[in-house]
T-cell receptor
Framework: DVKVTQSSRYLVKRTGEKVFLECVQD?????MFWYRQDPGLGLRLIYF???????EKGDIPEGYSVSREKKERFSLILESASTNQTSMYLC????????????FGPGTRLTVL | QKEVEQDPGPLSVPEGAIVSLNCTYS??????FMWYRQYSRKGPELLMY????GNKEDGRFTAQVDKSSKYISLFIRDSQPSDSATYLC?????????????FGKGTKLSVKP
């Protein structure tokens, strides 16, 4: 089974800090995604990447950036964390099948104080 | 009108009941449909996927797509307490590696022993 790991399950940061969330997949999948999930709002796409050094904005990219230097690693960066970025962050990769199904990591629960 | 509508619940049923979870959508180009299950504080896991219209069965789970009505359903037979989770529908307008998924907001299900 392909695994997706995220660097932390729980993270507490202060307003204004720079925050790095890392996601690693253990296969050669090209497409990777970052979502945030909030009660009542569901999953919202922040950024996605179709290959190394490629990135595309999702629905809510403001306040975030991403880095994809190696195929297996996709990092989400909060340049200056704010309290409204307190959320569950989920990384996913897309399988090779025709359904474009996505497989998720365990998530990082980020709290910004 | 939102692209994908899903009743948030919560839905509470007794053990052994048949559960029906539903999503409606507005984009007639959607043809790949998925259901995810998400346990509390975990990432979503892919449960079932279907292409175009019709039914697909996997054990106690049946996924149904009615493209003419733009309506998809997930049925759970003989529901168990371990089925208690949030269920998200997801869909895409084309397969392959370049399509993104559009998610419903999820329905929270509780199966009481």
């Amino acid at each position: 089974d392909v695994k997706v790991t995220q660097s932390s399950r729980y993270l507490v940061k202060r307003t204004g800090e720079k925050v790095f969330l890392e996601c690693v997949q253990d296969m050669d999948h090209e497409n990777m995604f970052w979502y945030r999930q909030d009660p009542g709002l569901g999953l919202r796409l922040i950024y996605f990447s179709y290959d190394v050094k490629m990135k595309e904005k999702g629905d809510i990219p403001e306040g975030y950036s991403v880095s994809r230097e190696k195929k297996e690693r996709f990092s989400l960066i909060l340049e200056s964390a704010s309290t409204n970025q307190t959320s569950m962050y989920l990384c996913a990769y897309a399988g090779q099948g025709r359904y474009n199904e996505q497989f998720f990591g365990p998530g990082t629960r980020l709290t910004v104080l | 009108q939102k692209e994908v509508e899903q009743d948030p619940g919560p839905l509470s049923v007794p053990e052994g009941a048949i559960v029906s979870l539903n999503c409606t959508y507005s984009n007639s180009a959607f043809q790949y449909f998925m259901w995810y299950r998400q346990y509390s504080r975990k990432g979503p896991e892919l449960l079932m996927y279907t292409y175009s219209s019709g039914n697909k069965e996997d054990g106690r789970f049946t996924a149904q797509v009615d493209k003419s009505s733009k309506y998809i359903s997930l049925f759970i037979r003989d529901s168990q307490p371990s089925d208690s989770a949030t269920y998200l529908c997801a869909m895409s307008d084309y397969g392959g590696s370049q399509g993104n998924l559009i998610f419903g907001k999820g329905t929270k299900l509780s199966v009481k022993p």
